[in-house]
């Protein structure tokens, strides 16, 4: 079977696809891949549907043994990467063979990073999805000893090719988060939410799947009768205060219900940056209309539709190359004491 089996890996590591939606009646939030966008990446790059199953790596990926030839892809927070000892390029697909290992160290720059398989990782799916939801307690982290297994590669069946690359969004190191107003925005002060759109905040110590703490220096960010409010149901990029007014930007596995003032909503396509922040990370809020928000993800749904195009043949370094001498490389080689219109006919 193709797949990969798991030696040694980080302690924040898990299978992830686009979650569960429709099941906040039941309390559970949506969850999936922190970053979505790197699935996309990895599809693109694999030349299959983004709905598929990855290996989402938080801050340290692992050891993995491979059980069988497969493609695979790396995009998301860049992350050394190495087969059989030789280095592999970030943000590509590549092929691999049966007893290789493969070995994948710390990000470098922001927070998950994914390791894809042609074909997707063909876990058992639970409640219509292969997503491990960490805080709801749906599947576990994955542990030494895991198989990982391959589904059927369609891409392997056709030829299609590896050694694609592409160049990311840089949404790594933190940024301007678009957000609207939402149903609780009018509980704040006019001054609070213009000061809290001119706020210089950084990502804090307290961060996982479930959101993000936003630090900044003077005073916190209250609402008017902020005791009073009643739990109401909670959203991916809802921006919760706590009760000194501290700022957390609520990601994919967040709770369903909360009580605390939300003081309005960060646009779907910024929610990676925000999960791809390292601590300390720069990031500030600015305040869109609702239609601005709108056409906003409409022009991002549409760039991740055109992910595929943008791939192109990865541009080896000959130092590289292990397989150097099994390549033609005299053909087309002539004397530069040649006659070029010598065809040798006269000869």
Not at 42 to 49: E, Y
Not at 177 to 191: C, G, K, Y
Not at 274 to 282: E, L, M, R, S, Y
């Amino acid at each position: 079977m193709s797949g990969l089996r798991v030696l040694q890996v980080g302690p924040v590591v898990s299978v992830q696809d686009m979650g569960r939606p429709g099941l906040l009646e039941r309390g559970i939030s949506q969850g999936g891949a922190a970053d979505v966008l790197a699935l996309a990446e990895g599809a693109a790059l694999l030349r299959q549907p983004p709905g598929l199953a990855a290996l989402e790596m938080g801050g340290m990926g692992g050891t993995f043994e491979v059980t069988g030839a497969l493609r695979i892809a790396l995009t998301g927070a860049p992350m050394g990467a190495t087969l059989d000892g030789v280095a592999l390029a970030w943000n590509a697909s590549h092929q691999v063979a049966a007893g290789q290992k493969l070995v994948i160290g710390a990000a470098r720059r922001g927070v998950y990073g994914y390791l894809h398989l042609g074909g997707g990782i063909a876990t058992d799916p639970l409640l219509g999805s292969r997503a491990v939801h960490l805080m709801g307690g749906i599947g576990r982290a994955a542990q030494a000893g895991d198989l990982l297994p391959a589904g059927p590669d369609a891409g392997s069946e056709t030829g299609r090719e590896t050694g694609l690359g592409i160049t990311p969004e840089d949404r790594f190191s933190g940024g301007v988060l678009r957000i609207v107003e939402s149903f609780q925005s009018s509980l704040f002060p006019d001054e609070v939410l213009a000061r809290f759109g001119e706020t210089a905040f950084r990502r804090g110590g307290r961060a996982n799947r479930m959101g993000v703490e936003m630090i900044s220096d003077g005073a916190g960010f209250s609402a008017a009768g902020q005791l009073n409010i009643l739990s109401e149901v909670i959203a991916p990029g809802d921006v919760q205060m706590t009760g000194d007014g501290k700022p957390f930007v609520l990601l994919r596995e967040c709770q369903t219900t909360g009580g605390y003032p939300r003081i309005g909503t960060v646009l779907p396509c910024d929610l990676a940056r925000v999960a791809q922040a390292g601590q300390g990370a720069a990031l500030r809020f600015d305040w869109v209309t609702l239609q601005q928000g709108l056409e906003i993800q409409a022009r991002y749904d549409a760039q991740v539709t055109s992910l595929p195009s943008r791939c192109a043949p990865l541009v080896r370094d000959p130092a590289e190359m292990a397989d150097l001498l099994s390549y033609q490389l005299i053909s087309g080689v002539v004397s530069a004491g040649a006659d070029p219109f010598d065809t040798g006919d006269n000869k």
